[in-house]
């Protein structure tokens, strides 16, 4: 049962236009989400979250934007770069009162910003 | 400041052998938690901990033990080693909840 779902595995942009990442999620006690982003060979590294009190986090180019009727988040990233290629994950936990330490990932989203 | 250290970084092993791979941090994080990665699953939750001596399971804790006696360290045990332990094993800490982990650059486990 995959509670979090990155539906496309792959996304190819051009550099200088703007990379649009999805996330669905079905469990409803999910309030607090993330965005992680991995190089081969290196471990996740944290990017940007957001609350589910609010609809909208941005941080430089990057933006994340919660759905929560939807049960939908995307990740905006603009002007993409090269440096942007890399998988990209989504993960949501439960937070204080349904067991916040645990994080739940999507199988993630390659990213390829092409020249 | 070395943030989460783990190691080994490779390590090829034979059915029914048990080791232990090495999580240490070093940002006083309560908060710790082991992963592994396989290809089109994503990363999935093993074991955490919410401090030391506090420990719960994940949701694929089967073959792997646990133990936090200390708040720095977060060591996993595997206990007879299976091909279906083949995998990339993430450890990560966090300082509390819903902020964001800080993860390892990981153990690479084959299992022959």
């Known amino acids: 049962d995959q509670q979090v779902k990155q539906n496309s595995p792959s996304l190819s942009v051009q550099e200088g236009r703007i990379s649009i990442l999805n996330c669905d999620y079905t469990n409803s006690m999910f309030d607090y989400f993330l965005w992680y982003k991995k190089y081969p060979a290196e471990g996740p590294t944290f990017l940007i979250s957001?609350?589910?009190?609010?609809d909208k986090n941005e941080d430089g180019r990057f933006t994340v934007f919660l759905n929560k009727s939807a049960k939908h988040l995307s990740l905006h990233i603009v002007p993409s770069q090269p440096g942007d290629s890399a998988v990209y994950f989504c993960?949501?936990?439960?937070?204080?009162?349904?067991?916040?330490?645990?994080?739940?990932f999507g199988t993630g989203t390659q990213l390829k910003v092409e020249l | 400041n070395a943030g989460v250290t783990q190691t080994p970084k490779f390590q090829v092993l034979k059915t029914g052998q048990s080791m232990t791979l090495q999580c240490a941090q070093d940002m006083n994080h309560e908060y710790m938690s082991w992963y592994r990665q396989d290809p089109g699953m994503g990363l999935r939750l093993i074991h955490y901990s919410v401090g030391a001596g506090i420990t719960d399971q994940g949701e694929v804790p089967n073959g792997y033990n646990v133990s936090r006696s200390t708040t720095e360290d977060f060591p996993l045990r595997l206990l007879s080693a299976a091909p279906s332990q083949t995998s990339v094993y993430f450890c990560a800490s966090r300082k509390q909840p819903n902020y964001g982990y800080t993860f390892g650059s990981g153990t690479r486990l084959t299992v022959v």
């Open positions: 957001i609350s589910s009190i609010k």
């Open positions: 993960a949501a936990s439960a937070g204080f009162t349904g067991g916040g330490n645990k994080l739940t």
